[in-house]
Structure formats: structure tokens, C-alpha cells
């Protein structure tokens, strides 16, 4: 039950990342944001992937650890890793609290 959780999770996370570019765009396009907002942390995700929140995760990893600053496309990298991680421990929290709410507990 928590694998078919997980890969429910990656296969979310999966379609939300293939779906995300085409509604920065629609969105600017209603909304257009100032160059400055642009340059914001998780402002941009099409334009500017090494600069999304997980990427700075990754980059303050990488300065912990191996004592410098991360390339751009290890932040990138890194920033697929975490978001699929994510989207997968999502749908495996799902999948055991479903199975807890769904059995009863004498039958455990």
C-alpha cells in the first residue's frame, strides 16, 4: 500500500511539474510582474530554476558539507530530487493514514 502511495506521489508531482510552466505564463500573461519580482526567491521557476526555494536548500547543503557554493546545475538537480522526494513522501503519508482510517484497529 505505500508504494502504490509513493508512486501516486511522483506521478502527482510529475504532472504538477509539467503543468507549472504553462500556467507561469498564462498567469504573467494576465498579471505581468515587475523585473524586480522576477528576481524574488521561488518568483520564477521557468527562468530561473536555481533560484527556487529547493535550490536553495541544496546550495546551503552543499556549502555545509563540501565547503563552497553549489553550480547552478547542481541546485537544479538537487531541486528535482527534493520536489520528487517530496511529492512521493506525500503520497506515501497518504497511503498509510488511508489504511489506518480504513482498517479498523481490532483487524491490524
Known sequence: ??????????????????????????????????????????ADPTGHPDNAPPALIVDSVTRAVAHRPATRDERVKGTLVIHYAFGAGLGTAYALLRRAAVEPISHR
Not at 506521478?11 to 510582474?33: D, H
Open 1 to 42: 500500500m505505500a508504494a502504490a502511495g509513493a508512486a501516486t506521489g511522483v506521478v502527482a508531482a510529475w504532472i504538477k511539474a509539467l503543468s507549472e510552466p504553462r500556467l507561469q505564463q498564462i498567469t504573467e500573461r494576465l498579471w505581468p510582474p515587475k523585473p524586480e519580482q522576477k528576481e524574488m526567491v521561488g
